[in-house]
C-alpha cells in the first residue's frame, strides 16, 4: 500500500496547477453530497434500522455514485474531452424517477426515511445534474416547490426554506463550473500566448540566422572558388580537396535554409491533417471544402494557428457531430453544429485577433442556436 500511495502523491505534486484546481474543485463537489446526504438523513439515523431504512440508504447511495460520476465524467471539471453518451440523460432519468416514487411514498405514509432520500435526491440534482441542464433554475424551483408541498422534513421548519436551499445549491453549482471554465480558459490562453511568443523568438533567430551565417557561408564559397583558380595551374591535389571543400559549404548552405525554412514556416495543410485526425478521434465528421493551399503566403501564419485553436475549442467546449472547414483565397471559415451553451469568452481566439489585424485581417464569431462559426478573413490586397 505504501508504494502505491507514494505513486499517488507523486502524480499530484507533478499535477499542473490548473488540473490540481480542477481536482480540488471535483473532490469539493464529492464532499458536499456527503454533506447533503448527512443533513437528509440525519433525523432518520436516530430511528431503529429497519428495511425501509436500509432500501432509502441504498438508492440514495446508488443515485450519490451516480451523480459523482457525472462531476468526474464532465468536461469542464476533468481531463477529459465529452462527456459519455447517454451519461447526464441516463443519471436525470434515474434521479427524476427515485424522487417520484419517493415523494409518492412518503405523501402516503409520511416517514422519515423517504423523506430525508427525497431531500437528498432532489439536492443531488440541484448540485450535479444541473451543471449542464438548460433552465436549471426553473426546474429545480419546481421540483423544490412539489417536495415542499408533499415532504416534511425536520431540518426545515418552513417549505420555503427547502426551495431556498435547493435554489442557492444550483447557484453554487453554476459558480464552481464558471469558475473551473475562467481557471481552463485563462491557462488555455497563456499557453497559447507562450507558444506564440516561442514562435515569434523562433521567426526572430531564423532570419538572424539567415542574415548573418548565410552570407558568411556565401562569402566562403567565393573564397573557395577564387582559391581553386589561383592554384588551379600546379596544385591538382590542392584543387580536388578544395572543390571538395566548396561542395560542402554548398551542402552546408541547403542545410540551413532546409532547418530556417522548418523554424519559420507553419503550414497550415499540416495543422489541417491534425485536425482531421484529432477530430476523427473524437468521433466527429470532417467536411472540407475548398484547398488550404490558396491561402495567400502572408496569410499562411495566422491561418495556421486559426485552425490549430478552432479545432481546440471544437474538443474543449462543444459536443459537435459534424465540423466544416471551408478555405478560400479570402479568408478560412470554421463551423461546428454542437454550440449548445454559451461558450462565453475564447481567450484564445482574442489572442490570435491580435495577430490577425497585423496582416489586415480579422476574426469573427457567431454563435446561431447549435451552430457556432468561426470565421478569418484578410484583405484582398495579401499577396
Same mark, same amino acid.
Given at each position: 500500500?505504501?508504494?502505491?500511495?507514494m505513486t499517488?502523491?507523486g502524480r499530484?505534486?507533478?499535477?499542473?496547477?490548473?488540473?490540481k484546481?480542477?481536482?480540488y474543485v471535483?473532490?469539493?463537489m464529492?464532499?458536499a453530497?456527503?454533506?447533503?446526504?448527512?443533513?437528509?438523513f440525519?433525523?432518520?439515523?436516530?430511528?431503529?434500522?429497519s428495511?425501509e431504512? +436500509?432500501?432509502?440508504?441504498?438508492?440514495a447511495? %446508488?443515485n450519490?455514485?451516480?451523480?459523482?460520476?457525472v462531476?468526474?465524467?464532465?468536461p469542464v !471539471?476533468?481531463?477529459?474531452?465529452?462527456t459519455p453518451?447517454?451519461?447526464n440523460?441516463?443519471?436525470?432519468?434515474?434521479?427524476?424517477?427515485c424522487?417520484l416514487?419517493?415523494v409518492?411514498?412518503?405523501?402516503?405514509?409520511?416517514s422519515?426515511?423517504?423523506s430525508? !432520500?427525497?431531500l437528498f435526491?432532489?439536492s443531488?440534482f440541484a448540485f450535479?445534474?444541473?451543471i449542464?441542464?438548460?433552465?436549471?433554475y !426553473?426546474?429545480t424551483?419546481?421540483l423544490?416547490?412539489?417536495?415542499?408541498?408533499?415532504?416534511?422534513?425536520p431540518?426545515f421548519?418552513?417549505?420555503?426554506?427547502?426551495?431556498?436551499?435547493?435554489?442557492?445549491?444550483?447557484w453554487?453549482?453554476?459558480?464552481t463550473?464558471?469558475?473551473? $471554465?475562467?481557471?481552463?480558459?485563462?491557462?488555455?490562453?497563456?499557453?497559447?500566448?507562450?507558444?506564440?511568443?516561442?514562435?515569434?523568438?523562433r521567426?526572430?533567430?531564423?532570419?538572424?540566422?539567415h542574415?548573418? !551565417?548565410g552570407?558568411?557561408?556565401?562569402a566562403?564559397?567565393?573564397?573557395?572558388q577564387?582559391?581553386?583558380?589561383?592554384?588551379?595551374?600546379?596544385?591538382?591535389?590542392?584543387?580536388g580537396?578544395m572543390r571538395?571543400?566548396?561542395?560542402l559549404?554548398?551542402?552546408m548552405?541547403?542545410?540551413?535554409?532546409q532547418?530556417?525554412?522548418g523554424?519559420?514556416?507553419l503550414?497550415?495543410?499540416a495543422?489541417?491533417?491534425t485536425a482531421?485526425?484529432?477530430?476523427?478521434?473524437?468521433?466527429?465528421?470532417v467536411?472540407?471544402?475548398?484547398?488550404?493551399?490558396?491561402?495567400?503566403?502572408?496569410s499562411r501564419?495566422?491561418?495556421a494557428?486559426?485552425?490549430?485553436? %478552432?479545432?481546440?475549442?471544437?474538443?474543449?467546449?462543444?459536443?459537435?457531430?459534424?465540423?466544416?472547414?471551408a478555405?478560400?483565397?479570402?479568408?478560412?471559415?470554421?463551423?461546428?453544429d +454542437?454550440a449548445d451553451?454559451?461558450?462565453?469568452?475564447? +481567450?484564445?481566439?482574442?489572442?490570435?485577433?491580435?495577430?490577425?489585424q497585423?496582416i489586415?485581417?480579422?476574426?469573427?464569431l457567431?454563435h446561431?442556436?447549435?451552430?457556432?462559426?468561426?470565421?478569418?478573413t484578410? $484583405?484582398?490586397?495579401? $499577396?
Amino acid at each position: 500500500m505504501y508504494p502505491g500511495t507514494m505513486t499517488t502523491l507523486g502524480r499530484l505534486v507533478e499535477m499542473t496547477e490548473t488540473d490540481k484546481f480542477s481536482a480540488y474543485v471535483r473532490f469539493s463537489m464529492h464532499a458536499a453530497l456527503v454533506a447533503f446526504a448527512i443533513l437528509s438523513f440525519r433525523p432518520a439515523l436516530e430511528e431503529p434500522v429497519s428495511l425501509e431504512s +436500509g432500501t432509502a440508504i441504498f438508492i440514495a447511495l %446508488a443515485n450519490g455514485v451516480l451523480a459523482a460520476f457525472v462531476i468526474e465524467r464532465s468536461p469542464v !471539471l476533468s481531463d477529459v474531452t465529452k462527456t459519455p453518451k447517454g451519461l447526464n440523460a441516463a443519471a436525470l432519468t434515474i434521479n427524476l424517477a427515485c424522487w417520484l416514487v419517493t415523494v409518492l411514498v412518503f405523501a402516503t405514509n409520511r416517514s422519515v426515511q423517504s423523506s430525508g !432520500l427525497s431531500l437528498f435526491l432532489l439536492s443531488s440534482f440541484a448540485f450535479a445534474l444541473t451543471i449542464h441542464l438548460p433552465h436549471s433554475y !426553473l426546474i429545480t424551483l419546481a421540483l423544490s416547490a412539489v417536495t415542499a408541498a408533499l415532504v416534511e422534513h425536520p431540518t426545515f421548519a418552513h417549505p420555503v426554506f427547502v426551495v431556498v436551499f435547493c435554489l442557492l445549491l444550483v447557484w453554487g453549482s453554476k459558480t464552481t463550473v464558471w469558475s473551473a $471554465k475562467v481557471v481552463k480558459e485563462l491557462c488555455r490562453t497563456r499557453n497559447l500566448e507562450s507558444q506564440l511568443r516561442v514562435h515569434e523568438e523562433r521567426l526572430r533567430f531564423a532570419q538572424e540566422l539567415h542574415d548573418s !551565417l548565410g552570407q558568411h557561408l556565401a562569402a566562403m564559397s567565393l573564397k573557395l572558388q577564387l582559391a581553386i583558380a589561383l592554384y588551379e595551374r600546379d596544385r591538382d591535389k590542392v584543387k580536388g580537396e578544395m572543390r571538395e571543400l566548396e561542395h560542402l559549404v554548398r551542402l552546408m548552405r541547403e542545410d540551413l535554409r532546409q532547418v530556417v525554412t522548418g523554424y519559420r514556416n507553419l503550414s497550415p495543410s499540416a495543422e489541417l491533417k491534425t485536425a482531421i485526425q484529432l477530430l476523427e478521434e473524437a468521433r466527429v465528421s470532417v467536411l472540407v471544402a475548398g484547398n488550404s493551399q490558396a491561402i495567400p503566403e502572408k496569410s499562411r501564419q495566422v491561418a495556421a494557428w486559426f485552425i490549430r485553436e %478552432a479545432t481546440t475549442n471544437v474538443i474543449k467546449h462543444s459536443t459537435a457531430s459534424t465540423v466544416s472547414f471551408a478555405f478560400s483565397t479570402d479568408g478560412v471559415t470554421i463551423v461546428n453544429d +454542437g454550440a449548445d451553451q454559451d461558450v462565453g469568452a475564447l +481567450g484564445g481566439m482574442q489572442v490570435l485577433q491580435d495577430r490577425a489585424q497585423k496582416i489586415g485581417g480579422a476574426i469573427t464569431l457567431t454563435h446561431d442556436a447549435d451552430i457556432f462559426t468561426a470565421s478569418l478573413t484578410w $484583405k484582398d490586397n495579401i $499577396k
